[in-house]
Structure formats: C-alpha cells, structure tokens
C-alpha cells in the first residue's frame, strides 16, 4: 500500500524549501550583492601638494599600487588622476620640506572630484600627511 503525503504538508514543504533561499538571498545575498558591486568600482584619486617649500620630498601609494616616492618636487605639484578600484584602500600622501627649508607644506587627498583630506605644516620647515579610506 502506497502512502500518500497529504496536500497542506506537501505544500508548507515545498513554500519552506522555496523561500529558504529567498530568505538567505535578502538577509545575507543583498549585502554580499552591494559589496561585490561595490569592490568593482572605480575611483578617480588626485593627490596635491602646495605651500612655499622649495622642492619638497612627496610620497604617496594608490590603494593597491606600489608606493611611489619623489625628491625634489616642485610645489605646486599634483598626481595626475589616479584610478582605484574597490572600496577601503588606503590613500595617503606625505611631504617633507628638504633640511634647512623653512617652507611650509600643504597635502591634499581628492576622490571623484571631492576633497577627503587635507592637512598643512604646523610649523614652518615641517611635513604634512594625509591619509584616508577610500569609501
């Protein structure tokens, strides 16, 4: 004799074993969705550097870029665009005045056109940094 699964339990079963994924998805998928979206995304960075300093030492990285460092920058001086991908990164910028030097230095962090960062000198012949989640 065949035995049979009555209709209401056949069906709470099949609701429960189709809305369980649904459920993960909107708890935990839409979250994991926006990071993976928000991983992908590109930024445009530009670090500057002003102030009176005569041919401040400036160094700076681009999130997951190698560090790159510059003797003798003249001042007013900018990175150009740099492009990042993903959310997080470090962005930081560092400038010294060379020994002897009684400028003052400025630092900027810009990041789709809009200033994050920005820290001058306290004192004359002092550096600055600037450093900052791309978010």
């Given at each position: 004799m065949?035995?049979?699964?009555?209709k209401?339990?056949?069906?709470?079963l099949?609701v429960?074993?189709l809305a369980?994924?649904?459920?993960?998805?909107?708890?935990?998928?839409?979250?994991g969705?926006?990071?993976l979206i928000a991983?992908?995304?590109?930024h445009e960075?530009?670090?500057?550097?002003?102030?009176?300093?005569d041919?401040?030492s400036?160094?700076?990285?681009g999130?997951?870029?190698?560090?790159?460092?510059l003797k003798h920058?003249?001042?007013?001086?900018d990175?150009?665009?740099l492009?990042?991908?993903g959310r997080?990164?470090?962005?930081?910028v560092s400038?010294?005045?060379q020994v002897d030097?009684k400028?003052?230095v400025?630092?900027?962090?810009?990041?789709?056109?809009?200033?994050?960062e920005s820290?001058?000198s306290?004192?004359?012949?002092?550096?600055?940094?600037?450093s900052?989640f791309?978010?």
């Amino acid at each position: 004799m065949k035995r049979r699964v009555p209709k209401p339990l056949l069906i709470v079963l099949l609701v429960v074993v189709l809305a369980y994924p649904a459920f993960q998805v909107f708890l935990f998928g839409y979250t994991g969705i926006r990071m993976l979206i928000a991983s992908q995304e590109t930024h445009e960075v530009v670090y500057k550097v002003t102030g009176t300093a005569d041919l401040p030492s400036i160094s700076y990285n681009g999130g997951d870029k190698d560090p790159v460092e510059l003797k003798h920058a003249s001042v007013p001086w900018d990175s150009g665009t740099l492009k990042i991908k993903g959310r997080n990164q470090l962005l930081s910028v560092s400038t010294d005045p060379q020994v002897d030097d009684k400028g003052s230095v400025r630092c900027e962090i810009w990041v789709d056109g809009k200033l994050i960062e920005s820290k001058e000198s306290l004192f004359a012949g002092f550096g600055a940094h600037c450093s900052q989640f791309a978010s």
